[in-house]
């Protein structure tokens, strides 16, 4: 049998999957887990995967990589189903894996519209409550000229939206005097790339340059996700991220000021000394954003890191949160879906038969529409959370 990677987690991820089943391909009965660790739910999920895939590919040989086996190494590797690690900064180096090195690129786009790159690695920030810095190292980034050739390959493959990701997706580029922004600008200046999505950016790093282009250019979709984290300063200074509620309100409220833009977050419920007053103010941040792509995490203490330290909240109380955080941003995503009906959208088609518009809505594609074909879709009705 051929080789199964699985991955978990991030798009960062994704994109380093798709990378490393293109460099082992030709191999023959090998599973690769692309781990995750950063809640004890992912690491739950981490493990199930590994038992699911030693009971699905009993004779294969299996491997684990990605932050899980960088974090949890020990444990990892002890695991009865596990045959070895492979070390999570050596992941994409074809020398590991005993494999020639070989050109990737076309056949990471063949069958695919979109491709996710990766820019930069790693993390300098220290937030109270994140194991990933450990997992990943310091922030790092990649030249200009290695990111614009990669988004050209794919275009030339045929791929109709790159997503550009990161550990730190907004820290790119500080290490050599650079910001995102001039990025971007390189991609849409020396590809053709049809369409330019970012993933989860730290609003207070988004440079002159790269907000420019997020709220003007049509290249660049109109879909923000924030890694805000919390709508309260206290438990912001808490968690040591480097914003306020006030900067993420006016970042947002400047954005769609120039452009009709949907917002998308990462939320924690439950987070250590977090009173009512504070889920309180949690909660009314979903709809002072008009977040509609909301990802909840409820709290889960991570070993050696500060957070694991403060007064926890009861595991009953962070469920209890998390559920109406997940409730106010179902009740903010249906209303802007309602609002979508009748207005016409530019939908990249995927092969499932859906597709997502710019602004990322998810809408069914007519029977028989080409994969990576852009459509005009007005939609009439709402199924299911997704328009039609």
């Known amino acids: ?37 950063v809640t004890a739910e992912a690491l739950r999920q981490t493990r199930q995967a590994i038992r699911r895939a030693r009971r699905q590919r009993p004779s294969a040989r299996l491997l684990v990589t990605g932050c899980a086996a960088e974090i949890e190494r020990a444990a990892i590797a002890a695991m009865p189903e596990v045959d070895g690690l492979i070390a999570n900064d050596a992941k994409l180096d074809a020398r590991v894996w005993n494999v020639p090195a070989r050109p990737a690129l076309a056949a990471r786009s063949a069958g695919h519209t979109r491709a996710f790159v990766a820019v930069q690695n790693g ?23 290695d990111v614009v050739a990669e988004v050209a390959a794919h275009v030339a493959a045929g791929v109709g939206e790159v997503v550009l990701t990161g550990v730190d997706l907004t820290s790119w580029g500080q ?17 053709a790339l049809p369409r330019l999505r970012l993933s989860s950016v730290d609003g207070v790093e988004i440079d002159a340059e790269l907000f420019e282009l997020l709220a003007s250019e049509a290249r660049v979709m109109p879909h923000l996700h924030l890694s805000l984290q919390h709508g309260h300063d206290l438990i912001l200074k808490r968690m040591k991220r480097r914003h306020s509620r006030a900067d993420a309100l006016r970042l947002v409220d400047s954005l769609k000021a120039r452009r009709d833009i949907a917002i998308g977050a990462d939320i924690i419920a439950g987070f250590p000394t977090e009173d009512e007053a504070a889920h309180a103010a949690n909660l009314s941040v979903i709809a002072a954003l008009g977040i509609v792509h909301g990802h909840i995490f409820p709290y889960s203490a991570r070993a ?8 926890q909240v009861a595991s009953a109380t962070i469920s209890a949160r998390a559920a109406e955080l997940r409730a106010a941003v179902a009740a903010t995503r249906a ?34 529409t080409p994969r990576g074909q852009i459509i005009t879709i007005t939609p009439t009705k709402i199924i299911e959370g997704m328009l039609a």
């Open 335 to 368: 209303a802007w879906l309602a609002s979508l009906i009748g207005t016409p959208q530019q939908v990249l088609a995927e092969r499932d038969g859906t597709g997502h518009a710019p602004n990322f809505a998810r809408l069914a594609c007519p029977e028989g």
């Open 304 to 311: 050696n890191t500060p957070a694991a330290r403060m007064p």
């Open 175 to 191: 290490d050599f005097g650079l910001r995102l922004g001039a990025l971007v600008t390189a991609i849409l200046r020396d590809t």
């Open 123 to 145: 993390c300098d920030h220290a937030c109270t409550f994140c194991v990933i810095p450990l997992g990943r190292g310091p922030s790092r980034s990649r030249p200009i000229a």
């Open 1 to 37: 049998m051929s080789v199964e990677i699985v991955s978990l987690g991030c798009r960062m991820n994704l994109a380093e999957s798709e990378q490393i089943e293109a460099m082992l391909a030709g191999e023959k009965d090998l599973v690769v887990i692309n781990s995750c660790a």
